[in-house]
């Protein structure tokens, strides 16, 4: 078999990641994770698509985020306040 298409557990690939495999299950529940294949209850990494997801989180710089509005301390946001600075 070659190596970019061996399969991996969740422990293994955690470990192929540097990772924790608690982190890669959360990624699996919200998403922004690599790709996975699940048989039942059993969930499989390609080493291939954990290579290139890890690739994909390369970055040369810190991205800039935009700022975010802060609430004074003490507001008690409501759902029409947050509509109403939105």
């Given at each position: 078999?070659?190596?970019?298409?061996?399969?991996?557990?969740?422990?293994?690939?955690?470990?192929?990641?540097?990772?924790?495999?608690?982190?890669?299950g959360?990624?699996?529940?919200?998403?922004?994770?690599?790709?996975?294949?699940?048989?039942?209850?059993?969930?499989?990494?390609?080493?291939?698509?954990?290579?290139?997801?890890?690739?994909?989180?390369?970055?040369?710089?810190?991205?800039?985020?935009?700022?975010?509005?802060?609430?004074?301390?003490?507001?008690?946001?409501?759902?029409?306040?947050?509509?109403a600075?939105?």
């Amino acid at each position: 078999m070659k190596e970019d298409t061996k399969k991996l557990t969740p422990d293994e690939a955690a470990k192929h990641l540097g990772l924790k495999p608690s982190f890669l299950g959360k990624l699996r529940s919200v998403g922004g994770g690599p790709p996975f294949f699940k048989f039942g209850s059993k969930v499989l990494y390609s080493v291939g698509d954990l290579d290139t997801w890890l690739a994909s989180k390369r970055f040369t710089e810190t991205p800039q985020k935009k700022p975010r509005k802060r609430v004074p301390t003490g507001a008690v946001r409501t759902p029409e306040s947050r509509t109403a600075h939105a």
